[in-house]
Nanobody, 123 residues
Framework: QVQLGESGGGLVQAGGSLTLSCAAS????????VAWFRQAPGKQREFVAK????????YYGDSVKGRFTISRDNANNTVYLQMNNLKPEDTAVYYC????????????????WGQGTQVTVSS
């Protein structure tokens, strides 16, 4: 079992930056896929970014490409999401998720989830 905990959310003005952290405990996630998803009120959960295990290959949703960067610190069992040039439409609860069974771009590919952290971008 692995527990995931997100932090770093908050209120920021459009054009600003935030860095979210996803700290894993209970089991190492250094060799497995970890992803970030987000969900705005009344909308479906949306894929944001994913980083693979040992290869650290990254994937991004179209709406965040060029603005967000996912990275991982395996020594600290933590995955980060650096968010730059934030827009009001980035407002959502951001969740990190992990799986030990490959991983993909859909929420159903992941079976471990954090509690989420709120990001609010004001215009």
């Amino acid at each position: 079992q692995v527990q995931l905990g997100e932090s770093g959310g908050g209120l920021v003005q459009a054009g600003g930056s935030l860095t979210l952290s996803c700290a894993a405990s209970g089991r190492s996630v250094s060799s497995t896929a970890v992803a970030w998803f987000r969900q705005a009120p009344g909308k479906q959960r949306e894929f944001v970014a994913k980083i693979s295990g040992s290869t650290k290959i990254t994937y991004y949703g179209d709406s965040v490409k060029g603005r967000f960067t996912i990275s991982r610190d395996n020594a600290n069992n933590t995955v980060y999401l650096q968010m730059n040039n934030l827009k009001p439409e980035d407002t959502a609860v951001y969740y990190c998720a992990a799986t030990f069974l490959g991983g993909g771009l859909f929420s159903t590919n992941y079976n471990y989830w954090g509690q989420g952290t709120q990001v609010t971008v004001s215009s």
